[in-house]
């Protein structure tokens, strides 16, 4: 939903280490103390942190091959009371508590788009490469309850006529006392999509299964699948912060049948160690 990768035992392993690090205390409340909702500004101003993030993740969506990946990790905010503009890897834009129990959250995004260099073993070979797209959210939350411990939310992706709609359906529960957003959460979802959206990702069109050998596919819009998310996020010292994640990803049978889905899942595993500014 937000925010979500390494080779396993090493993230797991990272994650281990960063929860047996002592806590650094921070008075500041956050916007919102969810550790899915990042705050570096802590107050009115700016605030910003880079470093860089161990992944280790499914391919592509539906791939049954895995890769690891180091890239840089970051972001920049500017708040203002209980409105806070940011910058954080792909997404740009605005999100402000309009009531103490209510968050909203809009901008635009990256999307990045499926290519056959994504298979290392040649599974995708013959397929048309499908474009990358700058895409807009919007996203809802809202708190059951002043302190945030449980939540349930909504995010709306939208873009060209060639991306089609992805909503997105959310509930989660948050650990631990903390009001500075360190701590762990954890979240299910539920995704819906327009037969464009799930085209662009699983679909095999008349050209591509000329070319590739695999059989025609379309798929009609409707669910899409059900996850499950762990975020949790750490001060290992006033300057170094933690942020380590791992989710799962089931999808529909009709998603699981496309030939390009070689497995009716995915999964995500993260490690990333950032400066705070």
Same mark, same amino acid.
């Given at each position: 939903m937000n925010l979500i990768r390494h080779v396993i035992p090493c993230a797991?392993?990272?994650?281990?280490?960063?929860?047996?690090?002592?806590?650094?205390?921070?008075?500041?409340?956050?916007?919102?103390?969810?550790?899915?909702?990042?705050?570096?500004?802590?107050?009115?101003?700016?605030?910003?942190?880079?470093?860089?993030?161990?992944?280790?993740?499914?391919?592509?969506?539906?791939?049954?091959?895995?890769?690891?990946?180091v890239e840089p990790a970051g972001a920049v905010h500017y708040r203002r009371g209980e409105h806070l503009f940011f910058w954080e890897g792909t997404e740009l834009g605005w999100r402000g508590l309009l009531a103490e129990q209510w968050l909203l959250q809009a901008g635009i995004r990256d999307e990045g788009g499926l290519e056959p260099e994504d298979s290392s073993d040649g599974n995708l070979e013959g397929i048309a490469a499908r474009d990358s797209h700058v895409v807009g959210f919007l996203e809802v939350r809202r708190g059951l309850g002043t302190d945030w411990r449980n939540w349930v939310g909504a995010r709306l992706l939208g873009g060209p006529s060639d991306f089609g709609t992805l909503g997105v359906l959310a509930a989660g529960h948050r650990f631990g006392e903390q009001t500075d957003g360190t701590g762990t959460e954890v979240y299910g979802f539920v995704t819906l999509g327009t037969d464009t959206f799930?085209?662009?990702?699983? !679909? @095999?069109?008349?050209?591509?299964?000329?070319?590739?050998?695999? *059989?025609?596919? /379309?798929? %009609?819009?409707?669910?899409?699948?059900?996850?499950?998310?762990?975020?949790?996020r750490r001060d290992l010292t006033s300057r170094i912060h933690a942020?380590?994640?791992? !989710? @799962?990803?089931?999808?529909?049978?009709?998603?699981?049948?496309? *030939?390009?889905? /070689?497995? %009716?899942?995915?999964?995500?595993?993260?490690?990333?160690?950032?400066?705070?500014?």
């Open positions: 797991l392993t990272g994650f281990l280490a960063v929860t047996a690090m002592p806590v650094f205390a921070q008075t500041e409340p956050a916007l919102v103390p969810l550790p899915s909702v990042l705050d570096f500004a802590r107050g009115d101003g700016f605030g910003a942190a880079l470093g860089a993030g161990m992944e280790y993740e499914s391919a592509y969506d539906g791939a049954d091959e895995a890769e690891f990946e799930l085209d662009k990702d699983f !679909g @095999v069109t008349p050209t591509d299964a000329r070319s590739s050998g695999l *059989p025609a596919y /379309r798929l %009609d819009g409707g669910y899409r699948s059900t996850g499950i998310q762990l975020v949790h942020i380590a994640q791992a !989710g @799962v990803e089931r999808y529909s049978g009709d998603i699981g049948d496309s *030939p390009i889905a /070689r497995k %009716d899942y995915e999964f995500e595993v993260s490690l990333a160690l950032i400066w705070k500014f």
